[in-house]
């Protein structure tokens, strides 16, 4: 009855945050993917995007936290790959599925056929939340001098809420063809559209200690956004007379379009403002992939592949008419463009060794060599100049693997990964979109580098599974976000800008574990854990805005228990913890969640019913945010309603008769650092 965030909140080393942000081991870093391949909207949206793809089409998920060569560089903790439902079968089947519930709603429909050559898959679903009101609060202290050089202080306090419906869809068509037994062509196109519109109103209180004088104020906030797009992707396979000797080539083209509008109406302290921002993300991929098994001990795999990135933002910022404060009028002073452009070269060599007692070796190396070109321009900001950048970087990778036993594995691995910055680390331009907490990218940024060195062991036990993992990371170039106080130039007010920097690097001695035992045949236990320390050393350049000292344990927990009675009744209950993530000013939210269900499955287990459960003994669940610097303290609270009971449903039709699936080869942009992923509530 939930979304892919809920289910992702149950995957081993993996964390949700309340925004819908995606963590591994605690490294934001991280791509997702949706059946081996990214989405123009996730780069843009993740966290909504997540939103609309339903919970019951999802078949599994894979978490790599140490890709070979073969696979894209990006992404310090590794890709997430998200699998749907899509069965290789002859015959036609279908299925329909949905929800109701007091948070959100959501159906799903699938349609699959498969016959001699042709294969045909449709997928349509989507979700509508029911309105719901988050509850706000917010202080700072500010001790800053103003435009004359002389000192200010002040302190600014709000509390707000927040009215928002969200609602989102999905639609997939997939085709595929076999000419004869060597030769595969395959094409698939992905829709999603959605959206959600805010309505707030905010009390704020106003001190300048300085002056001894105090105020307040009000404001209204309206806002409009949308996110829509598509994933066409065409692939070819050639398969030669040997088994598993292959040639692999796909294209892909992703579209997305994100707008933002919004307008804030003030009572008193700020002027009007309204601003519509309109982005374009268009990324063009060709891929090659070659495979050649030598013979029964060495495999060689090579490859190329170029990532063309072209995305264009545009912000066209209103004031109010002179004639109207309630009108608006177009202000090309403050109104700006944005273009990016981004080439990904990049090659690699892959070798497998078997060797007998159950070794295998897996090495390879990967170059890549990225070139970007920014342009950002604004009629106000005359000092805003076009900027470019070139890096290449050398990417090996070494995997040993042993087989203890039928049932037991061990694994050494060493991997090497970077982290672009993306649009919204590099952008110049200032965002007033809350002018008492400003941003602004820096174009100047490079990109993270990460060594990691891990070592994994997986048993199978009866009916029991057990992971365990001991790692150890050395992120250099660490990217983080600096705040720092400043008086706006319109206002006279102090706020914040915030600004990214490459503040140092970061040590990592982390461990996970995950298990899954039946003490009794009905019972089903799953746990996980993933535990490590924080410990960044900060370059000279930052010390003065560092108020974390010391190493904080950070961690994320999960645990499920379900019962399989007779009759096709099910029951669960779970709960997720996620401890507070540490930065060099401060800690971000921690989150947890408990929740259960029963589904009563008939007609052969062919059809289901179910009811659900979220946080029964709280209505709201309070996030808290602190940081600190000389010069300014900054604190806030956000409550938002997770207490809902839901109803499920799901009927599976047709008949069918399976066959041996053949692997689906495509693009897979596992790159660009996420940040907040843009996530929105």
């Known amino acids: 009855g939930g979304n892919a965030t809920d289910v992702l909140q149950k995957v081993p080393l993996v964390a949700v945050d309340i925004n819908g942000n995606v963590s591994l081991r605690g490294d934001n870093n991280v791509r997702v993917l949706i059946n081996g391949k990214p989405s123009g909207a996730t780069s843009a949206s993740l966290s909504d995007v997540l939103k609309t793809i339903p ?3 999802i078949k599994s998920i894979e ?21 749907t439902k899509q069965k290789n079968v002859s015959g036609s089947s279908g299925s329909v ?3 109701i519930g007091t948070r959100q709603n959501n159906g799903n429909f699938n349609l699959n056929y498969n016959k001699n050559r042709f294969s045909l898959s449709l997928n349509a679903g989507g979700n509508l939340t029911w309105p719901q009101t988050s509850l706000s609060t917010f202080n700072n202290d500010i001790q800053t001098v103003d435009q004359n ?12 809420s927040t009215y928002l419906k969200r609602h989102g869809a999905i639609g997939n068509i997939s085709a595929g063809y076999d000419f004869n037994a060597f030769n595969n062509l395959h094409t698939n196109i992905r829709l999603n559209q959605g959206g959600f519109d805010p309505n707030s109103n905010t009390q704020f209180q106003y001190h300048n200690f300085t002056a001894d004088s105090a105020s307040s104020y009000a404001s209204h906030s309206l806002g409009h956004n949308t996110f829509g797009g598509f994933d066409w992707n ?6 030669f007379k040997k088994e598993g000797h292959e040639l692999d080539i796909s294209t892909q083209w992703s579209h997305s379009k994100i707008v933002t509008d919004y307008t804030n109406f003030y009572t008193a302290q700020f002027p009007n403002q309204k601003n519509n921002i309109n982005g374009l993300n268009n990324e063009y991929t060709l891929q090659v992939d070659y495979t050649l098994p030598i013979n029964k001990v060495f495999k060689l795999e090579a490859g190329g592949k170029e990532i063309i990135r072209r995305i264009n933002s545009a912000s066209d910022l209103f004031a109010p008419d002179p004639q109207n404060t309630e009108d608006f009028v177009y202000d090309i002073l403050n109104s700006s463009t944005y273009k990016y452009n981004q080439n990904v070269t990049a090659g690699y060599s892959v070798l497998t060794i078997t060797l007998p007692k159950g070794y295998s070796i897996l090495a390879g190396v990967r170059d890549e060599n990225t070139n970007i070109h920014g342009v950002p321009q604004s009629a106000g900001e005359g000092d805003l100049v076009p900027f470019s950048n070139n890096y290449n970087t050398f990417i090996p990778s070494l995997t040993i693997q042993k087989q203890l036993t039928a049932t037991q594995t061990i694994k050494l691995a060493y991997s090497k990964r970077i982290t672009r910055p993306s649009l919204q680390f590099l952008n110049p331009y200032i965002n007033k979109t809350n002018t008492l ?6 174009p100047a940024l490079a990109p993270e580098v990460s060594q990691t060195l891990e070592e994994d062991y997986n048993a199978f036990i009866k009916t029991s599974v057990v992971n365990l993992s001991v790692y150890y990371k050395h992120t250099g170039g660490l990217i983080e976000s600096i705040a720092a106080p400043i008086v706006d130039t319109v206002s006279g007010q102090p706020g914040t800008l915030t600004t990214f920097h490459n503040i140092g690097s970061n040590n990592s001695l982390g461990a996970s574990f995950f298990g899954s035992i039946n003490p009794i045949k009905i019972i089903t236990i799953r746990g996980r854990i993933t ?9 000279g350049l930052y010390l003065s805005d560092k108020t974390q000292d010391g190493t904080y344990l950070q961690y994320n927990a999960f645990l499920s228990a379900e019962l399989d009675l007779k009759g096709g009744f099910i029951a669960q209950i779970f709960a997720v913890e996620n401890s507070p993530r540490r930065t060099i000013q401060g800690t971000n939210p921690s989150f947890s969640i408990l929740g259960g269900g029963v589904r009563k499955q008939f007609l052969k287990k062919k059809a289901s019913i179910g009811v659900n459960v979220l946080e029964p003994f709280n209505k709201y669940k309070h996030f808290d945010s602190n940081i600190s610097s000389p010069g300014f303290s900054q604190s806030s609270t956000f409550a938002f309603p997770f207490r809902s009971v839901g109803l499920t449903f799901s009927y599976s039709f047709g008949k069918v008769t399976f066959s041996n699936p053949q692997q689906k080869k495509g693009i897979n942009n596992d790159d660009m650092k996420q940040g907040d992923q843009n996530g929105g509530m």
């Open 437 to 442: 907490a400003q941003q602004q990218g820096n």
């Open 55 to 57: 919970a019951d089409q």
């Open 63 to 83: 978490v790599s936290t140490s890709p070979s060569a073969k696979y894209d560089a990006e992404g310090a903790a590794g890709s997430i790959n998200i699998i």
């Open 531 to 539: 535990a490590y320390p924080s410990q960044p050393a900060h370059s």
């Open 97 to 99: 599925s949905g929800g």
């Open 149 to 160: 050089g002389d000192p200010i202080h002040t302190s600014t306090s709000s509390a707000g």
């Open 234 to 239: 065409l692939d070819y396979t050639h398969k």
